[in-house]
């Protein structure tokens, strides 16, 4: 089955790490998020890819090529990002014949994409706490009967999960009026499939939509607890990997380093000697982690370094940062509330207890910087020796 792959939107609730990165090429575990999207997809068993792109289009066509995993990929062009709908529209061209629609944002089971694509048309379905949040769906038995958008008051807790099979006639039901806020939205389509065909909600066991940081984590502690053990690299006698760690070829391991795994070190990243590296952590490629430096449930993009006596827990670093000697992340408030970080102008509470802070790319902190956990600064920042950081910036 022909799947389109939406991957134009600008995820404007993830910056500043998506300030020049599109989300989908956030990296989750060994391969960007999309990637994981795609898998699903291939392993389900579709025909062609067709991946639409729009926002930071370059690096998205240049990660998948021609073909991916022996698929053949075709790239449409979403000029402005006006909603899903408008997405699957700039796809249109390609389709000619049932077909399948997965946001490139979010992580499934592989088999759940399995039994979605043989039901025929249908949709994945999530059980939720707080269907108020999200597209909510009405069944009769596995039927899907209606859809609504974050209803006040919801007729079930099945939530839409945004992927969607779609007979071949939905090809002409794409043009749907303008939402209230503005954008040409995919339920739209989902409700006149709804009232044409019998569309089968199918439950999903796992659903992971990364839409803002710490969803981002959520995603590398999914994808890296999937990691079996392989160690590549060069690892010295008496360092010490624990579990499920990965190692690949090209990265150094220096004596004195414990690793708890699930861990996974990327090529031409440099750890210890004497460092501390625990679970569900990401050291992206070309990364330096230093001397007494202690790293727990993050992730490092490429290029970053955390040279000397450092603490960073259950925090985002984007890629070519540097932590001057002495920075540390507060990840825990003493109030034991949980975390909370500005999305978009708003407070919104992240519902972990620990979270650290997001880092834009390029960031160099001064020696002794202590960033106060939830602090997200921008890409380019400075901090000066001995900063104390409470606020964004
Ligand atoms: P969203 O998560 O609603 O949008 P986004 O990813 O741009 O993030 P944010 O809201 O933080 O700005 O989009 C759901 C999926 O649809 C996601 O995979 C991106 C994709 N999409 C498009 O391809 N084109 C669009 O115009 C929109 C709105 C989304």
Known sequence: MQTVILAAGQGTRMRPLTDSVPKPMLPVGTRPLAAHTADAAVDAGASELIVVVGYESDAVRGFFGAEYRGVPVTFARQEQQNGTADAVRAARPHLDGPFAVLNGDN???????????????AIAAIRVDTPKNYGVLSTDGSSVTGIVEKPADPPSNLANAGAYVFPTDAIDWLDVDESDRGEYELTDVVAHTIEDADVTAIELNRWLDVGRPWELLAANEWKLSELDRSIQGQVAEDAELRGAVVVESGATIEPGVVVEGPALIRTGAHVG?????????????DTKVGQSVEIKNSILMAGTSVPHLSYVGDSILGRDVNFGAGTNVANLRHDDEP????????SVSTGRRKFGVVIGDETKTGINTSLNAGVVLSPGSVTKPGESIYRDR
């Open 107 to 121: 992580l499934y089971d592989t088999s759940d994409i399995e039994a979605l694509f043989e039901a025929g048309p």
């Open 273 to 285: 000697p004497n460092a501390y590296i625990r679970g569900q952590t990401l050291l992206g490629p």
């Open 339 to 346: 975390v909370e970080i500005t999305v978009k102008g708003n």
